[in-house]
């Protein structure tokens, strides 16, 4: 049974910064791309930034590169999110996502979701 699990959500002010985890089990984590979605009330489900099984490439939207990093430990089976400089308009909740082979930008191509954390950015 694949799992998902994220965690380090929160309530911050603006400009500040929160790092997201995601711990994986049931599945061969180095095989696995990673990706960080999103998704704020009333709206769609959106792609914030992903990482090859390797790690050795990443991909970020453009509403937050520069500010967000993705990395991932595979001894740990962990993804992680630093975001950094935090805006009002990333209060979502945040989701990691595992698909086979290279990562992908939509959505509907991950096998394995998590629950999601809520982050919430005050101005």
């Known amino acids: 049974q694949v799992r998902l699990v994220e965690s380090g959500g929160g309530l911050v002010q603006a400009g500040r910064s929160l790092r997201l985890s995601c711990v994986a089990s049931?599945?061969?984590?180095?095989?696995?791309?990673m990706g960080w979605f999103r998704q704020a009330p009333g709206k769609e489900r959106e792609f914030v930034a992903a990482?090859?099984?390797?790690?050795?490439?990443?991909g970020y939207a453009d509403s937050v590169k520069g500010r967000f990093t993705i990395s991932r430990d595979n001894a740990k089976n962990t993804v992680y999110l630093q975001m950094n400089s935090l805006e009002p308009e990333d209060t979502a909740v945040y989701y990691c996502?595992?698909?086979?082979?290279?990562?992908?930008?939509?959505?509907?191509?991950?096998?394995?979701w998590g629950q999601g954390t809520q982050v919430t950015v005050s101005s």
């Open positions: 996502a595992a698909k086979t082979f290279d990562y992908v930008r939509n959505y509907d191509a991950y096998d394995y």
């Open positions: 049931g599945l061969t984590f180095s095989r696995y791309s």
């Open positions: 990482i090859r099984w390797s790690g050795r490439s990443t």
